[in-house]
């Protein structure tokens, strides 16, 4: 694939402008509806945790009635305490797991996204293959898992740093940064790998070779997630962090070439 790794500043260089890139080319193809898709997915997985954490509240007051004869006010006070606890659980499960999700259940347009990009600015279609179609899916979704199941323990490892005062809590932040960013870059990269017919292996050890690449595309993704309901603004960005991860590849494909 590259052949020639670029430096590190021409690398964040070319994941920012992608971006701009990316906007322009989304604005001028009426591709921006794909990008609502996301926003009313988050809706429905935010809206289906809060009535499970309503339902299990629900549930769990049902067997404390049924196990409890004598109900006096500190029981009363505790099944009111699970009723509104539980759905408050669930969303800030929701504002933690939420982004990942929604990326999983993105996959599809996702993949479309970056194919389009592609037939955009080179030209080049790709018949539609329906087995081969359910494979790219399905792999995406694969390396989604794979990706999130890293973050979650590099993160539990990074956390261990806020035993460090001060110090450790700066390092673990920026850390937990980081790597999110480079998982997330990877996965939005993948693809066009994915499309390329680069094995897993080796989108992986592509994507390492133009690291700050991805963690670029990833960092401007990963910002909004920060942010209280950052998932909702990060899910609309998932579909431009797409478009301009393939713009980014297609260009050191170009200058390879």
């Not at 009723?83 to 999983?104: E, H, R, S, Y």
Request: charged share 15%.
């Amino acid at each position: 694939m590259q052949k020639k790794v670029l430096s590190k500043s021409s690398q964040f260089k070319l994941g920012l402008t992608s971006y701009t890139k990316a906007l322009r080319l989304i604005w001028a193809n009426n591709l921006v509806r794909y990008l609502l898709i996301p926003v009313l997915l988050n809706i429905i997985v935010v809206v289906a945790l809060v009535f499970s954490g309503m339902s299990i509240g629900d549930w769990i007051n049902g067997i404390i009635e049924r196990s409890v004869e004598n109900m006096n006010g500190w029981i009363h006070a505790g099944m009111i305490a699970i009723k509104i606890i539980l759905p408050i659980i669930f969303f800030a499960l929701f504002i933690f797991i939420g982004g990942t999700i929604v990326n999983i259940l993105m996959s599809p347009i996702y993949t479309f996204l970056s194919e389009k990009t592609e037939t955009i600015l080179t030209g080049k279609e790709f018949p539609f293959d329906m087995k081969q179609t359910i494979h790219d899916i399905w792999r995406a979704i694969r390396i989604a898992i794979r990706n999130t199941a890293k973050q979650l323990l590099l993160t539990v490892l990074c956390l261990l740093l806020n035993f460090i005062p001060v110090v450790g809590s700066v390092a673990s932040i920026i850390l937990i940064f980081i790597i999110n960013a480079y998982y997330f870059g990877y996965g939005f990269m993948d693809y066009t790998y994915e499309r390329w017919r680069l094995p897993p292996k080796e989108s992986r050890q592509e994507t390492h070779k133009l690291k700050f690449i991805a963690f670029t595309n990833g960092a401007i993704y990963s910002l909004p997630l920060y942010l209280f309901c950052g998932a909702f603004i990060a899910s609309f960005i998932g579909g431009v962090s797409t478009v301009a991860a393939t713009i980014s590849q297609l260009t050191l494909k170009e200058h390879s070439n």
